[in-house]
């Protein structure tokens, strides 16, 4: 068959890898000029099944009228007149509950799981470094309250297939010494043996490169205006570069699949969250001052991860539509916590400040299967899970495209669980 992937990201560029090695002829249609330029660029790096869990969650409603009105906030709403997002929030509010928290997370970890195993498979017929780290993620707690709090939702995850190893804020320093350095406090942590990190774009390009070399056709700097539909099914995309024919089509652009799909009158329920990130060149990499472990740092929502001699800081959610333009201090509160955990990192004078937008969902799964047309396929609305959710997302897109059962249960990954 030929199948038309839209979206050259992460979540794109392993789908088409897929398809290609089913045998199918693939031209992928980008808007920008390479691939892995927008959510994929510089993203936490985390490969971080055991940690997927939504954002929406009993406790969030009480956090989110605390922070509303601070310009430090982990979650920023840009108050506007904009209905899709209150649509989008009302939505989320309602996944707030704790029933529906541990049903969505059944079905993120569902996901994230199966990702993992696949992301095994697919890196063992790869060859090429993309600065993977297999040290597994440590989350840390500042104090008593969070760190309980902490251990009660661990120990529920595990019974979920997760695994979360309780650890005292000396056991933290001995796997991770750089630790010893903070110049906050830290009570303790949980460690996530199996999860992993790595570049996101790197491994984005060098895929991309295997699967040019299988035959796959990319199609950059091409604007997708629509789809053209005869009614049941996609028979073409239009582009600034002319009409794309083929035989199936994957929706695999992020926050911009929405508005695709918006026109054919299917609503994804898709909002961006922006997030932003810090790189940072390392002073001294072979020095203990440099962490080798991938962190995340549960009261300021942030993730941290070595890509070889750069450190990189990540995290934070601003809702304000699709601007991806870098606010200053929101960015500089990034650098701020990072060089505050770890005081000798580097030069803040070399930091370079990056924002994308993770395509949010209001119920945190991503949208995964059919759409309204039988030969529209679904790959988006992965939020902050998209590097975590690539390899199994892209198996399962395959699979569906010649008609076979996914190795995992689909309910309540499709678009009409919104309906």
Request: net charge neutral; aromatic share 8%; with cysteine.
């Amino acid at each position: 068959m030929k199948i038309i992937v839209l979206g050259a990201g992460i979540i794109g560029v392993t789908t088409a890898y897929e398809l290609s090695r089913d045998g199918h002829e693939v031209i992928v249609v980008e808007q920008r000029e390479d691939v892995g330029l927008e959510t994929s660029f510089a993203n936490g790096g985390q490969l971080a099944a055991n940690h997927a869990e939504p954002w929406a969650a009993p406790g969030t409603i009480s956090k989110a009228l605390r922070w509303l009105g601070q310009k430090e906030a982990p979650l920023l709403y840009r108050l506007r007149l904009d209905p899709a997002l209150w649509a989008w929030t009302l939505e989320f509010l309602g996944h707030c509950s704790e029933p529906r928290f541990w049903q969505n997370v059944a079905r993120i970890l569902r996901v994230a799981l199966y990702s993992r195993d696949r992301f095994k498979v697919l890196r063992n017929d790869l060859e090429f470094d993309f600065d993977l780290q297999q040290r597994g993620i440590l989350n840390i707690f500042r104090d008593d309250t969070e760190y309980e709090q902490a251990l009660i939702r661990a120990q529920a995850m595990t019974e979920l297939g997760c695994e979360r190893k309780a650890m005292d804020a000396k056991s933290c320093i001995r796997l991770e010494p750089a630790l010893a350095h903070s110049t906050q406090p830290l009570f303790g942590g949980t460690w996530s043996p199996h999860d992993e990190s790595g570049n996101c774009f790197v491994f984005t390009q060098k895929l991309a490169a295997k699967t040019r070399d299988a035959g796959v056709c990319y199609q950059f700097n091409t604007q997708i205006l629509g789809l053209e539909s005869d009614g049941t099914q996609i028979t073409a995309v239009r582009t600034n570069k002319g009409v794309f024919k083929g035989d199936q089509f994957v929706l695999a652009m992020g926050c911009n699949s929405q508005k695709i799909a918006k026109a054919l009158g299917l609503k994804l329920h898709i909002y961006p969250a922006k997030g932003y990130s810090v790189s940072l060149p390392i002073t001294h990499p072979n020095s203990d001052e440099a962490p080798q472990v991938s962190l995340t740092d549960d009261r300021y929502k942030l993730v941290f991860s070595r890509f070889g001699d750069t450190f990189r800081a990540a995290g934070t959610a601003e809702f304000s539509g699709y601007n991806t333009d870098v606010i200053a201090h929101r960015a500089q509160l990034i650098l701020d916590t990072t060089l505050n955990l770890f005081p000798n990192l580097g030069d803040p004078k070399q930091a370079v400040f990056w924002a994308g937008l993770r395509p949010a969902t209001p119920d945190g799964a991503p949208l995964l299967g059919r759409g309204q047309h039988e030969n529209l396929l679904l790959n988006t609305g992965h939020g902050t899970l998209g590097w975590t959710m690539a390899a199994g997302s892209a198996r399962i897109i395959a699979d569906l495209a010649q008609n076979k059962q996914p190795e995992i249960d689909m309910d309540g990954l499709g678009p009409e669980r919104f309906r």
